[in-house]
T-cell receptor, first 110, second 113 residues
Framework: GQQVQQSPASLVLQEGENAELQCNFSSTATQLQWFYQSPGGSLVSLLSNPSGTKHTGRLTSTTVTKERRSSLHISSSQTTDSGTYLCAIERRTNAYKVIFGKGTHLHVLP | EAAVTQSPRSKVAVTGGKVTLSCHQTNNHDYMYWYRQDTGHGLRLIHYSYVADSTEKGDIPDGYKASRPSQENFSLILELASLSQTAVYFC????????????FGEGSRLIVV
């Protein structure tokens, strides 16, 4: 089965509204990362948050490791936030293996 | 600034032909990864490597080979390209010292006809 599940699959907001993205994972993760993929396709890391709460700019991530879930909160959304948000977990076997969810497609309307 | 560069950025290949996608990183990272991205599937791990001259299978390795001749370079090889391998391919690097944050290349769009 899918190891990383994200919800919702897509989200449409009016500029200024807040967004809440969810990530659930089925196996033990040594690390959890959130990524942003632009409409043009480029991928950048937003933040790493294996447990607890982390803030950067308008982004807040909360990860509850025991419950195998993480959320990404985007406050005061802007049209430039439109794109795809990907959650990824890192599993360590003999090496670090990073597995992605399918993403949440966010569209912020002006 | 971390840098991962991929080549070619775009390629049209003939079914049954050989395709090599190259990735070069200047981050001095130990780990390198190849992912493919398709609509509806997200990013799926093909092969990865944590040291030069060694590669590991990811979740969808069939039809792909990988080569890590040096710490900086990681190639993905399609010996017999098939239509189902049309996708966008991303290379990434990471390192324990940088918190295992993945740094991605810009992607290589492969179309097999």
């Amino acid at each position: 089965g899918q190891q990383v599940q994200q919800s919702p699959a897509s989200l449409v907001l009016q500029e200024g509204e807040n967004a809440e993205l969810q990530c659930n994972f089925s196996s033990t993760a040594t690390q959890l990362q959130w990524f942003y993929q632009s409409p043009g396709g480029s991928l950048v890391s937003l933040l790493s948050n294996p447990s607890g709460t982390k803030h950067t700019g308008r982004l807040t991530s909360t990860t509850v490791t025991k419950e195998r879930r993480s959320s990404l909160h985007i406050s005061s959304s802007q049209t430039t936030d439109s794109g795809t948000y990907l959650c990824a977990i890192e599993r360590r076997t003999n090496a670090y293996k990073v597995i992605f969810g399918k993403g949440t497609h966010l569209h912020v309307l002006p | 600034e971390a840098a991962v560069t991929q080549s070619p950025r775009s390629k049209v290949a003939v079914t049954g032909g050989k395709v090599t996608l190259s990735c070069h990183q200047t981050n001095n990272h130990d780990y390198m990864y190849w992912y493919r991205q398709d609509t509806g599937h997200g990013l799926r791990l093909i092969h990865y490597s944590y040291v030069a001259d060694s590669t590991e299978k990811g979740d969808i390795p069939d039809g792909y080979k990988a080569s890590r001749p040096s710490q900086e370079n990681f190639s993905l090889i399609l010996e017999l390209a098939s239509l189902s391998q049309t996708a966008v391919y991303f290379c990434a690097s990471s390192d324990v010292d940088s918190g295992n944050t993945l740094y991605f290349g810009e992607g290589s769009r492969l179309i097999v006809v």
